[in-house]
Structure formats: structure tokens, C-alpha cells
């Protein structure tokens, strides 16, 4: 039986506002939520269904915040989050079926290869740039690619979406860190759907967390927009660098 004690209900509420903050800008949230689940005692399916619940909130909350802002228009990109939306549902159900080693020894190589384009690619900036692909066939394989990651392993997603929307879309690291937050909580939502139904989350830990995440992702957000890509750029790198370390320690 899990423990949910004050001192638990403390620590759990502040790592979530932590990674609502850092998840709305870069991404990588689930680095410390998940961690931080499973440090408390949760199994580690069990840590990424929990880790689900709350995580929506987040991601919601900033997603909303982008679009009052005017970054994203809801309009025109509902039919994007819907896919991303099935898509993580997809994933979330094949996660038992489906074998993830190989994807996961490959991770780390990917996080910190989009660690070192952050880094080190010039004239990365809020201005939007040359599309390389054209919005339909972006939303018809890059988002569901990704969206079924998000659902499957979750862990980098955010950063993926995010390297699409600049090489591929063309996007600004501002605009494409808003459309990034919307897709991110569509394939969360989608995943959560399935998981809800065989996951088991433990609801009341996750409902513990939500305040957390939207104070965290609030305060995020309105920082990605006062200040925009030069602290959404170090943030990225830092977040992709740790994820990519931490599954690496997993693997020894």
C-alpha cells in the first residue's frame, strides 16, 4: 500500500511544480516526476501511468497559456492534436506487446545528438524559418511517430516534437515550443486514456501532484514567452543531456 503522508504529499507537490516549470519550457518534466514517483515507491509501470495523470495537467495548462498568447491557433491545429492524440492512445496499448529494448538503448544516442544540434546549430532563434515539409504530411508522420513514442516510452518526446517543428516545419524555437506543448498533451491524454483503463494509475497520488504542475507550468510558460529562445535553448540542451544520462545509468 502506498504511503501518502504529508512529508510525501509535500515533496511529490514540489517536484511537480519543478517539472511543470521546466517540462513547459524544454520538456523532460517526466525526468523528474517519474523519478521522484518511483523514489516514493511506485513501480515503475505504475510510476509512468501515475506520472500520466499529473503530466496532463501540465502540459495542458502550458499548452493553454501558448495559445492565449496567440502562438498557437486551436483552430486550425485540432486536427494535428487529434492524431497525436491517437497516436499515443496506440502506443499506450502496445506497450506489453511491443519490445522497447532496442528503442531504449538507442534513446540516449538520439537525446544527446538533439543536445548538440540545440547547442551548437547557429541562427537558431524565434524567427520563423524555410519549411522543409509542408504542414499535412508533417501531421501525417512526424506527430504520430512521435505521438506513439510519447504513448510507448514517454521519456524525450517533447524534445523530438520539438526538433521536427525547427528542421522540418520551419518554426521559430518559441512558436515551435508552444505547438510542441499542444502535441505533447494530446499523445499524454491519449496515453492516459489507455493507461486509466490498464495501467493503474493511482489517481489520488496523481491528483496530489496537479496543483504542483499547473503552478509550475504557468510560471514556465509566461517565462518562454518573456524571454523565448534564449532560455528555451540551454534549458533543451540541459534537459536532453540529463535524460540521456540518467537512461544510460539505468542500462548499467
Known amino acids: 500500500m502506498f504511503d501518502l503522508g504529508l512529508d510525501v504529499v509535500a515533496i511529490l507537490a514540489a517536484t511537480a511544480a519543478a517539472a511543470g516549470f521546466i517540462d513547459s519550457i524544454a520538456g523532460g518534466g517526466g525526468l523528474i516526476t517519474v523519478s521522484a514517483l518511483m523514489l516514493a515507491g ?6 509512468l501511468a501515475t506520472n500520466k495523470v499529473q503530466g496532463s495537467f501540465g502540459a495542458g ?27 499515443g492512445a496506440a502506443g499506450a496499448a502496445l506497450v506489453t506487446w511491443l519490445p522497447t529494448q532496442a528503442l531504449r538503448v538507442l534513446l540516449p544516442v538520439i537525446l544527446l545528438g538533439i543536445a548538440a544540434f540545440f547547442a551548437f546549430r547557429k541562427g537558431l532563434g524565434d524567427a520563423d ?18 505521438g506513439f513514442y510519447d504513448g510507448l516510452i514517454g521519456p524525450g518526446a517533447g524534445a523530438f516534437y520539438m526538433l521536427g517543428f525547427v528542421t522540418l516545419a520551419g518554426f521559430g524555437i518559441l512558436k515551435a515550443t508552444a505547438h510542441t506543448k499542444l502535441l505533447n498533451f494530446s499523445s499524454n491524454l491519449g496515453g492516459l486514456a489507455v493507461f486509466a483503463l490498464t495501467g493503474n ?20 510558460s509566461r517565462m518562454a514567452m518573456r524571454v523565448g529562445a534564449r532560455v528555451i535553448k540551454p534549458l533543451l540542451v540541459v534537459t536532453s543531456t540529463a535524460l540521456a544520462l540518467r537512461l544510460l545509468w539505468q542500462m548499467m
Open 42 to 47: 511506485l513501480p515503475p509501470d505504475q510510476a
Open 61 to 87: 495548462t502550458a499548452a493553454i497559456a501558448y495559445a492565449q498568447s496567440g502562438l498557437v491557433d486551436l483552430r486550425q491545429q485540432w486536427g494535428t492534436a487529434l492524431i497525436a492524440f491517437a497516436a
Open 129 to 146: 524559418r524555410a519549411q522543409r515539409m509542408g504542414p499535412a504530411l508533417f501531421a501525417a508522420t512526424l506527430v504520430p511517430a512521435v
Open 201 to 220: 494509475p493511482l489517481w489520488l497520488v496523481g491528483l496530489v501532484m496537479i496543483p504542483g504542475q499547473i503552478f509550475g507550468a504557468m510560471l514556465g
